[in-house]
């Protein structure tokens, strides 16, 4: 089951400009340049990033987004968008079982008026 969420939220996530040797990822992870870890909700809740599960880019255009399936503490599992063009994350779902989106891609069109 997935809950539509569509909430923009607070995201503290690392930025790399290149791979560390030193750092232990998940295969297919070492390319990927933006780590979320935690994300903060409007109404305070605070969500810890255990894992990140997939990833992908989308491009919109000139746009690009980036797509985070992310596992949380209490075994919660969400997608998070990150839009390069309005520099904003939005947390779009949440899902009971991660097995629900490892193979899904999401087409997404943010519109924002605020």
Same mark, same amino acid.
């Given at each position: 089951?997935?809950?539509?969420?569509?909430?923009? @939220?607070?995201?503290?996530? /690392?930025? &790399?400009?290149? +791979?560390?040797?030193?750092?232990?990822?998940?295969?297919?992870? %070492?390319?990927?340049?933006?780590?979320?870890?935690?994300?903060?909700?409007?109404?305070?809740?605070?969500?810890?990033?255990?894992? @990140?599960?997939?990833?992908? /880019?989308? &491009?919109?255009? +000139?746009?690009?987004?980036?797509?985070?399936?992310?596992?949380? %503490?209490?075994?919660?599992?969400?997608?998070?968008?990150?839009?390069?063009?309005?520099?904003?994350?939005?947390?779009?779902?949440?899902?009971?079982?991660?097995?629900?989106?490892?193979?899904? +891609?999401?087409?997404?069109?943010?519109?924002?008026?605020?």
């Amino acid at each position: 089951m997935q809950t539509v969420l569509k909430e923009k @939220v607070n995201v503290d996530a /690392v930025f &790399r400009s290149f +791979k560390e040797d030193n750092t232990r990822n998940r295969s297919g992870w %070492e390319h990927k340049r933006i780590q979320p870890r935690y994300v903060k909700r409007k109404k305070g809740e605070v969500l810890k990033v255990r894992e @990140v599960r997939r990833s992908y /880019v989308q &491009r919109k255009g +000139k746009r690009v987004q980036v797509h985070f399936v992310i596992h949380c %503490e209490e075994d919660r599992y969400f997608h998070l968008v990150y839009d390069s063009d309005k520099i904003i994350w939005i947390l779009l779902y949440e899902f009971d079982d991660q097995m629900l989106f490892d193979e899904r +891609k999401v087409d997404v069109d943010i519109q924002w008026k605020g």
